[in-house]
């Protein structure tokens, strides 16, 4: 019996697409051709029946590529210019495929605030929920431009796993530049084994996840186990797969062993605001 065979189960599922998903490594501009492979397969998951959020990178990406910036700009500003040209042109690009197949999409850009304030976090969570009755995939991003703090949430693998908390999400797929988590970064240490599935995050475990050395991610797998306790203490499993074969996404959610599962172990005390607050 294949143990992954409830995944196929999965209602309420969000995918976080990271730049080097979105984009090809030698140019830095969008891998359109992936990208009509992924809106089909997310439509064809909404058509399924299930409800999708897809949290997308890539606005900086984007930006910086539109305005000719080869190097990833040092200052705050420029970054935040950047992604408010890459956002609107992400948001182009995405509701221009979707439109494809008639499927509505919907931008919601979030930033550490919204969580943080009462008000603010239950009308994204309000929306959020209006949108998926509606059969709306949102797409969101951290809120860049006006993000105050070294673009506060830091990495989109977080805010996927707080949208994943907030909207009580039962899988969240993080969609990365490497097939799973290793034992160590594989780039740096050879020796790294495979971990398929993650029970318990155990400290050890921690140690195993470093920053990254590529120049598109941001937060490496330090920022994905961050992710997984999020993820898995509010009751989603949690898978991060390679983003270099984007049916991997349809992969996991028909239940087959590709990526790194993290088993979800709801806490009925988990208090998602509080975690935030704590970990800032
Ligand atoms: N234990 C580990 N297992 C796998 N990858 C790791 C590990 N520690 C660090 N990494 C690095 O994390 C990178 C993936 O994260 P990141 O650069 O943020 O890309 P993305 O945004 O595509 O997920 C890998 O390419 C790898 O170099
Ligand atoms: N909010 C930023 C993305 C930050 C981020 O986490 O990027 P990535 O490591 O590519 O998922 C952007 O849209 O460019």
Redesign the pocket.
Known sequence: MNEREYMKEKKRIVV??????LTHEETGTLDLLKMEQLIRILTDLNNQGKEVVVV????????RKAMGIKERPKELSVRQA??AI??AK?MMVYQKLFAEYSQLTAQVLMTKYTMLDDISRRNAENTFRELLQMGVIPIV??N?TVSTDE?E?????T?SAIVAALIGADLLILMSDIDGLYTDDPHTNKDAKFIHVVEKITESLEHMGKD?NGS????GMA?KISAAKIAVNSGADMVISNGKDIYNIAKVVNGESVGTLFKAHKLEDFDLTDYIKTNR
């Open positions: 976080k697409l990271g730049t080097s998903t997308s990178s890539g606005a900086i990406g984007v930006g950047c992604a890459g956002q992400l991003n951290e860049d673009i949430f830091g990495d989109n693998d805010l990254t598109l991610g941001t937060g920022t």
